[in-house]
């Protein structure tokens, strides 16, 4: 069956790295995206991976895909208050245009 | 920018009532999407839409049902709203190849006494 995996928390200090873990199931996925809620808004697209990549990078963010562990990962540097959200983990089957969402992580950032 | 409102940001109701919320986009998007979002559940698909009136039940379409007459406006029903239906509601809109990510809109948080 479809399901998407991540740790529902994670509390990192202010200016360390944050990494955000993601398995999924579906190996036929030809997208992977992550996304970020801040309170009280709606989900926002942060950024994602084709399938057919190991990693991808955008200026603090970096995204690493291990297809065959079927494991996604987000790393945020330099982690700032303002990062401060919940992150959803989120694949594209590939058959139909659903998107299968993972529960999400809660990102709390330690002064 | 592609973008997606929802008719209000939060609404009380009363169990038994009769609820609508409302989606536009502006992007001419084929497929739209109502989710629901609780606490430790994520979100969980209700109903999608791949065209004007045409829909298709999602993981939890029981107690909701919705319309699409117009491309750029997808309404989700409460038929009769109960305590159990109290949530965060976020519709999104994609467009139609599969390369294109689902936007979402700022989300209805609904109560139901």
């Known amino acids: 069956g479809e399901d998407v995996e991540q740790s529902l928390f994670l509390s990192v200090r202010e200016g360390d790295s944050s990494v955000i873990n993601c398995t999924y199931t579906?190996?036929?996925?030809?997208?992977l995206y992550w996304y970020k809620q801040e309170p009280g808004a709606g989900l926002q697209l942060l950024t994602y991976?084709?399938?057919?990549?190991d990693m991808k990078q955008d200026q603090r963010l970096t995204v690493l895909l291990n297809k065959k562990d079927k494991h996604l990962s987000l790393r945020i540097a330099d982690t700032q208050t303002g990062d401060s959200a919940i992150y959803f983990c989120?694949?594209?089957?590939?058959?139909?245009?659903?998107?299968?969402f993972g529960k999400g992580t809660r990102l709390h950032i330690l002064p | 920018d592609v973008k997606v409102t929802q008719s209000s940001r939060y609404l009380v109701k009363r169990t038994g009532e009769k609820v609508f919320l409302e989606c536009v986009q502006d992007?001419?998007?084929?497929?739209m999407f109502w989710y629901r979002q609780d606490p430790g559940l994520g979100l969980r698909l209700i109903y999608f839409?791949?065209?004007?009136?045409?829909?298709e039940k999602g993981d939890i379409p029981e107690g909701y049902s919705v319309s699409r007459e117009k491309k750029e406006r997808f309404s989700l029903i409460l038929e009769s709203a109960s305590t159990n239906q109290t949530s965060m509601y976020l519709c999104?809109?994609?467009?139609?190849?599969?390369?294109?990510?689902?936007?979402f809109g700022p989300g209805t948080r609904l109560t139901v006494l």
């Open positions: 999104a809109s994609k467009a139609g190849t599969s390369t294109d990510t689902q936007y």
């Open positions: 579906d190996s036929s996925s030809t997208y």
């Open positions: 991976i084709f399938s057919n990549m």
């Open positions: 989120a694949e594209t089957p590939g058959r139909d245009d659903k998107i299968i």
């Open positions: 992007m001419d998007h084929e497929n």
């Open positions: 839409s791949y065209d004007v009136k045409m829909k």
